[in-house]
């Protein structure tokens, strides 16, 4: 019994390739054997071998770089292009170790072009359905991966939920007591309060109000401005289409968090961070720009962001644009979802 997904998977690969060359292999030595007279053994098995690893070549190309990349992208044009290329790069390797081997075979017989003709058609039809079936079973594999991940963080977070109604009364009887004697204390309580009881109640829901995400994110501006004593350069702009658009939750705090982190705002009087958010009829568009004062920075590219990003391929799959700017002293996330 395999043990894994990946297990499942390389079997399926492997299968599928030895079938492959099984076919080819019987197809071209019935072919050689019957109709291309050739003098010698040796003649004999060197066209076999030759065109076993030329229809191979072409299907092994295809189907870790050409026919994947189309597959995925689809670019027809592209496809078509270095296969043309790549198959006369081929043909021509063929061509001169045949003269440098010396072998007489002949090339511009009726039978050997339709042969070649069919391998070239059948091995790229091969590869783009290989491609194609094990790009569906890696999506589905992944899909798995990612509900496993997703019902894991439900689970965890159903288990953080311990007793909100009493964390709720003690913060609201620290609020009322520190209300007359530290306002700033009381402002901090009234913040990190909301901020708690919207990560315990709303974000159980697949979907939640992005102006409640904009409330989100000012209280958690709010929570972290108050740490520090001096001016913060943090500045967060936001315009929405529409009060009742919804989107799945938490998924924008994460890169808030690591743009203040990377960028160390409250720290150095030079750090900042730039945070737009905007809604259309159909698109949410947001954008944090920080700067970079560390080194950390670059060892931990991408890392604190790598949740969030799977979090998106779970539930907005094929609808979101991801682009990411990293220059010497600044670095940017833009993020586009379709509603």
């Not at 043909?91 to 391998?119: G, H, M, Q, T, W």
């Not at 974000?203 to 989100?216: A, G, N």
């Not at 737009?276 to 698109?283: I, K, R, S, V």
Request: hydrophobic residues 45%.
């Amino acid at each position: 019994m395999l043990k894994s997904k990946h297990q499942l998977i390389f079997f399926k690969k492997t299968a599928f390739q030895f079938f492959y060359c099984c076919f080819m292999a019987l197809f071209v030595s019935f072919f050689i054997e019957r109709k291309l007279q050739l003098p010698s053994n040796f003649e004999k098995g060197y066209a076999l071998m030759e065109m076993l690893l030329f229809g191979y070549s072409v299907f092994y190309v295809n189907s870790v770089f050409f026919a994947k990349e189309m597959v995925a992208n689809k670019k027809y044009t592209s496809f078509l292009i270095k296969n043309t290329l790549f198959i006369a790069a081929l043909i021509l390797a063929c061509y001169f170790l045949r003269i440098f081997l010396k072998i007489n075979i002949p090339y511009l017989a009726d039978e050997i072009l339709y042969v070649d003709s069919f391998l070239v058609v059948f091995t790229l039809a091969s590869s783009l359905f290989y491609s194609d079936w094990i790009y569906q079973i890696e999506n589905k594999a992944a899909m798995y991966r990612l509900i496993k991940e997703k019902n894991k963080f439900e689970v965890d977070l159903l288990k953080s939920q311990f007793s909100p109604h009493f964390l709720f009364n003690t913060l609201n009887s620290i609020y009322s007591k520190c209300h007359s004697t530290s306002p700033d204390a009381a402002v901090m309580i009234h913040n990190l309060s909301n901020f708690m009881r919207y990560l315990i109640y709303d974000c159980s829901s697949q979907r939640v109000l992005i102006s409640k995400e904009v409330t989100l994110i000012d209280d958690f501006i709010k929570l972290y401005k108050l740490n520090y004593s001096a001016d913060i350069n943090i500045t967060f702009k936001h315009k929405l289409f529409d009060e009742g658009q919804r989107i799945a939750p938490m998924l924008l705090l994460n890169f808030i968090e690591n743009a203040f982190k990377h960028s160390q705002v409250g720290v150095s009087k030079e750090s900042y961070v730039k945070i737009e958010l905007a809604t259309d009829q159909d698109f949410l568009y947001f954008k944090v720009e920080n700067n970079k004062v560390t080194l950390q920075n670059k060892l931990e590219k991408g890392i604190g962001n790598h949740n969030t990003i799977s979090r998106l391929e779970l539930d907005y799959i094929g609808q979101y644009e991801y682009e990411v700017t990293d220059l010497e002293n600044r670095y940017t996330v833009n993020l586009k979802i379709r509603l």
